[in-house]
């Protein structure tokens, strides 16, 4: 039993490190013994993804720059294909790995900080912003099915 709890402790270790491929090699022997596993997603509060993407994913303020909640953290923006590809992708390799249970988190846009600063965007043929809003996210979620 100890050598599976110093085995959880290194997957853990190397999962905060953000390093995919280390948490594989470690994870197999896991799943030796009785351990379930769950893979947590933070979805859209991804701001190393954010950053390194604005264009193609990073949630924008109104001035076309990355929008920083109250948290002062960066948001992948569901409206844009290549966010639901990164995350389909993401819950795909999960899966792949043979994880018990995938967790998705942070599923919604920023809830915190100066939300009027935020480019939405808005398409034509929704009643509102929330409408709007909720299509994005349902959207997003038929992708990572």
Aim: hydrophobic share 35%; proline share 2%.
């Amino acid at each position: 039993m100890r050598e599976q709890k110093d085995r959880y402790e290194i997957f853990l270790k190397v999962c905060e490190t953000g390093s995919f491929s280390k948490a594989a090699e470690v994870l197999p022997s896991l799943m030796e013994g009785e351990w379930y596993t769950v893979a947590r997603i933070s979805c859209l509060r991804d701001g190393g993804v954010a950053r390194g993407n604005l264009e193609s994913m990073g949630l924008k303020n109104t001035g076309g720059y990355i929008f920083y909640d109250g948290n002062n953290e960066n948001w992948l923006d569901p409206s844009k294909q290549a966010t639901k590809d990164y995350l389909s992708r993401l819950v795909c390799a999960c899966a792949d790995l043979g994880f018990d249970e995938i967790l998705l988190t942070d599923l919604s846009y920023p809830t915190v900080g100066k939300l009027d600063k935020i480019d939405y965007g808005f398409a034509d043929g929704f009643a509102d912003q929330t409408a709007y809003h909720a299509e994005q996210i349902a959207d997003l979620l038929r992708a990572i099915q």
